[in-house]
């Protein structure tokens, strides 16, 4: 069974920083895309980066230039960098583990920024 747990998130002001982690069991993770997506109140849920097996990255407009992704083949984990966060940032984060035309899915996990 595969499972993918989200951690990280937090309550951070204007102009901090935040490090999300995701960790993917039961999937074969270095052969996996994994990606981060954010969803707000009453807002669809948006792409905000991912990183393919072979390490490619892709950022959505509003992460480029703050927030890097990267990968940990080693230990199942993929990471969201978050820098000069913006209250336009909070949201419900949710990591992606896609293998063979499969998504997977975690719980999410809660950034909010705020003063």
């Known amino acids: 069974q595969v499972q993918v747990v989200e951690s990280g998130g937090d309550l951070v002001q204007p102009g901090g920083s935040l490090r999300l982690s995701c960790t993917a069991s039961?999937?074969?993770?270095?052969?996996?895309?994994l990606g981060w997506y954010r969803q707000a109140p009453g807002k669809q849920r948006d792409l905000v980066a991912t990183i393919t097996k072979r390490h490619s990255t892709i950022y959505a407009d509003s992460a480029k230039g703050r927030f890097t992704i990267s990968r940990d083949n080693a230990e199942n984990t993929v990471y969201l960098q978050m820098n000069t966060l913006k209250p336009e940032d909070t949201a419900i984060y949710y990591c992606?583990?896609?293998?063979?035309?499969?998504?997977?899915w975690g719980q999410g996990t809660q950034v909010t920024v705020s003063s």
């Open positions: 992606q583990a896609s293998l063979l035309n499969r998504d997977y």
């Open positions: 039961g999937i074969t993770f270095r052969l996996s895309d």
